[in-house]
């Protein structure tokens, strides 16, 4: 099963050096909380998601495509903390995710 997970860490490495080399040119620091790859299947382990997210039963919040590997853009737990939400990588579901969490 981490096999299926193991592209994530790459993706994360990537946008986390990306976020680094902006901040390094004067732009807006942000601050980036990360998950690592064996850490994503405990936390949906735990909270009862594994199974549909293999099953490719896990959609973004924002445009309903099927969450992957490859398109993990946020992760937020739920209001209660038994679940999480996705959104995708694509430019205007993590626009619509910093609308609605006013960022």
Same mark, same amino acid.
């Given at each position: ?26 732009? %807006? ?5 990360? *998950?690592?790859? =064996? !850490?994503?299947?405990?936390?949906? /382990?735990? #909270? ?10 896990? %959609? ?5 495509? *099927?969450?992957? =590997? !490859?398109?993990?853009?946020?992760? /937020?737990? #739920? ?25």
């Amino acid at each position: 099963t981490s096999q299926i997970l193991r592209p994530l860490a790459f993706m994360l490495k990537t946008n986390i050096t990306y976020i680094n080399h902006l901040t390094m040119f004067g732009k %807006k620091k942000i601050k980036v909380n990360a *998950i690592l790859d =064996t !850490q994503i299947e405990e936390l949906l /382990q735990k #909270t009862k998601q594994f199974e549909d997210f293999v099953n490719g039963n896990l %959609k973004c919040e924002s445009c309903g495509s *099927i969450i992957t =590997t !490859q398109n993990i853009g946020v992760i /937020q737990p #739920t209001l209660n903390g038994t679940k999480v939400i996705f959104y995708c990588d694509r430019i205007d579901c993590i626009e619509d995710f910093k609308h609605s969490n006013n960022q």
